[in-house]
């Protein structure tokens, strides 16, 4: 029997949706069935990628987001709830980066990396589970997920990129903690953490002296692309994840090893 991962009947919120791997992510989940609430700060980006999605046949929302600001973050979720429903998925999706050597790092740059990569993620995901949590003490419990977008920075540490690998080992623990204390109202909370993926943002890199010297230390000597995460978003986005609770799952093609 064919195994599915169709999400009818789900509603996600998406952050970071209005472009790389966030625009990838939420067109996956429309593709199997999922109603998506797009979200970040640039909104004509997401009508754009509505109208996209409408046209493909899915169901889509837009809200938009600014994950550094708690007000922004209740505002887009009430919003997202209002709109769409109950949100079963939640692609925890917003992430900054820079690079410079840690003797470098200014006060600013290392606000600038965690307000939006641990803060920024901390707080949209107590935002979402505070609701998931009290749905399911009204009982019955319906299966939630949270996937929390880490990085293989998170897990191995690179240079010149210290302050964002540090920002992405917290969003691991953070995902932890969340397992365990919400596992018991029925929402699984596990991180995806992606390698090198070649997005429309970073593509001009691969192609400088450094970006080429970078790619020459990657174990199958090959970039990443947007559509070789579907199957770890899906499966972690589905019920067939239901024993699946505090997974760090690396899509990074064997470089965190």
């Not at 754009?48 to 007000?71: C, F, K, P, S």
């Not at 990396?113 to 003490?137: H, I, L, P």
């Not at 210290?162 to 953070?174: E, L, P, R, T």
Request: some cysteine.
């Amino acid at each position: 029997m064919a195994t599915s991962f169709a999400l009818d009947g789900r509603t996600a919120l998406v952050t970071g949706a209005s472009s790389g791997l966030g625009t990838r992510f939420a067109r996956v989940l429309a593709d199997n069935g999922a109603q998506v609430v797009l979200a970040s700060r640039r909104v004509e980006r997401l009508k754009e990628l509505r109208a996209e999605i409408e046209a493909n046949g899915g169901d889509a929302h837009v809200v938009e987001l600014d994950v550094t600001d708690l007000d922004s973050i209740r505002a887009a979720v009430a919003q997202a709830e209002s709109e769409a429903g109950p949100i079963d998925i939640l692609v925890n999706n917003s992430g900054v980066s820079t690079a410079q050597r840690l003797l470098d790092v200014t006060p600013d740059d290392f606000d600038f990396m965690f307000d939006t990569n641990t803060r920024g993620s901390f707080f949209v995901a107590q935002e979402v589970g505070r609701r998931m949590v009290a749905r399911a003490k009204e009982g019955p419990i319906r299966p939630a997920r949270i996937v929390n977008v880490a990085s293989m920075g998170g897990l191995r540490v690179l240079a010149q990129i210290g302050i964002y690998c540090m920002s992405k080992a917290a969003v691991v623990h953070m995902t932890r903690a969340m397992a365990l204390e919400w596992g018991r109202f029925g929402i699984n909370v596990n991180a995806l953490c992606p390698g090198y993926i070649e997005t429309e943002m970073n593509s001009e890199h691969w192609r400088t002296d450094a970006g080429k010297k970078l790619l020459s230390m990657l174990p199958r000597r090959r970039l990443g692309k947007p559509e070789d995460l579907d199957g770890a978003l899906l499966l972690l986005a589905s019920e067939r994840s239901d024993f699946i609770n505090g997974a760090v799952l690396a899509a990074d093609d064997g470089f965190a090893m």
